[in-house]
Nanobody, 124 residues
């Protein structure tokens, strides 16, 4: 079992930055691929970014590539999402997720554990 708790969401002006963090507890953190997903009202949950066990492989949605950066610290059992140049369309609830897989996946169905989510609102 893995417990995930996100933090760092909030309200920011377009063009601003936020850093989301996800703290994990439970099973060995380093054996999980970690991902970030988001869900806006009326929309399905969508992939944002993911990072492999030891951070060697990352993947990003096309809509955030070049603006967002995912990273992890296995010693601290945390994964972060640095979000720069935020746009109003980035407004959503952001979820941290863990998958018992070696490589990043965009498929939410492959992730075994989810956090409760943190709200990100980008004002225009």
């Amino acid at each position: 079992q893995v417990q995930l708790v996100e933090s760092g969401g909030g309200l920011v002006q377009a063009g601003g930055s936020l850093r989301l963090s996800c703290a994990a507890s439970g099973r060995t953190f380093s054996t999980f691929t970690m991902g970030w997903f988001r869900q806006a009202p009326g929309n399905v949950r969508e992939f944002v970014a993911a990072i492999s066990w030891f951070g060697g492989t990352t993947d990003y949605a096309a809509s955030v590539k070049g603006r967002f950066t995912i990273s992890r610290d296995n010693a601290k059992n945390t994964v972060a999402l640095q979000m720069n140049n935020l746009k109003p369309e980035d407004t959503a609830i952001y979820y941290c997720a863990a998958a018992a897989a070696r490589l990043p996946s965009v498929d939410a169905g492959l992730y075994d554990y989810w956090g409760q989510g943190t709200q990100v609102t980008v004002a225009s």
